[in-house]
């Protein structure tokens, strides 16, 4: 038994470093790719990949009858959300350091506990309270909303959590109604009309040059990839094992974006991460205490 569990956790660890990096590719690729294509053809190119890996992998393993279209306003929803949320991420990434767009995705879960007792019915407890306090000051921290340091780069990318746990709070819903393969196949069908309204509302949608091609795919199997990995992850090991790895996403994207783009970190975004960090990790313990108590 030990000995099983201690493989789940080797294997959950291996797919948290492969999730990091499949994130930060996705990021790479979308700030190069951005100078072509704007972030609703980005979005819609990304959608047609997933579409076609998702349905090849479905024939190929006969499942493609278990894909099944209930609930379908709650999949519009849950992609309402989604869509929004990559979107401003996409744009974030493009005039503001991937550092701290990554340290501003990380405040999803903040959000999550903010809106869990609108969509989900789960009350406030001491532990999420704290979280949230801790989460906002770390926003606080990273973005110094005053006129000579706020930009639209730090509102998209705060906003795109909110659009990020939107989406969380719809999928939970959808997982205990239908299985995970309706539930991908569904979103790039779904996003794959958005984006095509959405980048062809002025009848003029960018075709993909031979040089973008390979960072276009790059963003449709990263991104898949990423969350499969992570979802994985999380169902194999517990989430205070998952939690601190993921946060690793951080000193990565901070070295890349040194590297390639010569961002450069300061000492506000560190201090806000830790805040943000504490917060999320004080909530996980809180849970952890409470399951095993139970």
């Known amino acids: 038994m030990t000995t099983n569990r201690n493989s789940s956790t080797i294997y959950a660890v291996l797919l948290m470093f492969l999730a990091i990096a499949s994130f930060t590719m996705m990021a790479i690729a979308g700030r190069y790719v951005s100078d072509e294509l704007d972030t609703f053809e980005i979005m819609m190119y990304r959608s047609v990949i997933g579409m076609l890996i998702i349905s090849t ?14 609930h379908f306003s709650l999949h519009i929803s849950r992609n309402l959300f989604h869509f ?15 550092v701290q767009v990554f340290a501003l995705e990380f405040t999803v879960p903040i959000w999550v506990l903010l809106l869990s007792p609108i969509f ?11 979280a949230a306090v801790l989460g906002f000051g770390g926003i606080l921290i990273i973005t110094r909303p005053a006129p000579d340091s706020l930009n639209f780069g730090l509102v998209a990318a705060a906003l795109s959590a909110i659009g990020f746990a939107g989406s969380i709070m719809f999928t939970k819903t959808l997982t205990g109604r239908t299985n995970t393969l309706s539930i991908l196949f569904f979103m790039t069908v779904i996003q794959l009309g958005f984006g095509i309204l959405c980048a062809g509302y002025d009848g003029d949608i960018e075709m993909v040059s031979w040089s973008a091609l390979p960072w276009v795919v790059a963003i449709g199997l990263a991104g898949l990839l990423a969350h499969l990995s992570l979802t994985t992850a999380l169902t194999l090991a517990p989430a205070t094992v998952v939690t601190p ?27 806000g991460v830790i805040l943000i960090f504490v917060g999320n990790y004080t909530n996980i313990l809180a849970q952890h205490r409470q399951t095993s108590a139970s």
């Open 57 to 70: 992998f479905a024939v190929f393993t006969n499942r493609v009858k278990s894909i099944k279209s209930e």
């Open 84 to 98: 929004a949320g990559q979107n401003l991420w996409f744009y974030a990434i493009t005039v503001i350091p991937l």
């Open 120 to 130: 989900l019915s789960e009350s406030f407890t001491k532990p999420r309270v704290i």
């Open 245 to 271: 790895i993921d946060f690793l996403r951080l000193p990565v994207i901070a070295y890349v974006g040194f590297a390639l783009f010569g961002e450069t970190i300061d000492i506000y975004v560190a201090l």
